[in-house]
């Protein structure tokens, strides 16, 4: 699991900052599904395209992973 390393500022009501609640829920979601969350990715919301060979190379991993 790739994951934006660029906190969005999202606040809900007079509470504080929903980014590290979203980060242990990413956390939860990749131990459930035994995959890794990646989260030093240098990008925001679009890793796609701001750092499309990190992509490329997640993609690569999972199907080496599977084929073996």
Same mark, same amino acid.
């Given at each position: 699991?790739? %994951?934006? +390393?660029? !906190?969005? +500022?999202? =606040? ?7 980014? !590290?609640?979203?980060? @242990? @829920? /990413?956390? $939860?979601l990749a131990? @459930?599904? &035994? @995959?890794? *969350? ?6 925001? &919301?679009?890793? %796609?395209?701001? /750092? !499309?060979?990190? #992509?490329? $190379?997640?993609? *690569?991993?999972? #199907? $080496?992973?599977?084929? =073996?």
């Open positions: 699991m790739l %994951a934006s +390393d660029e !906190p969005w +500022d999202l =606040k809900v009501g007079t509470g504080g900052s929903t980014w !590290p609640a979203w980060l @242990a @829920a /990413q956390d $939860d131990r @459930a599904l &035994h @995959a890794r *969350h990646v989260t030093d990715t240098g990008s925001g &919301h679009g890793i %796609a395209v701001e /750092q !499309p060979r990190l #992509v490329v $190379d997640a993609v *690569h991993e999972v #199907v $080496d992973e599977t084929r =073996k």
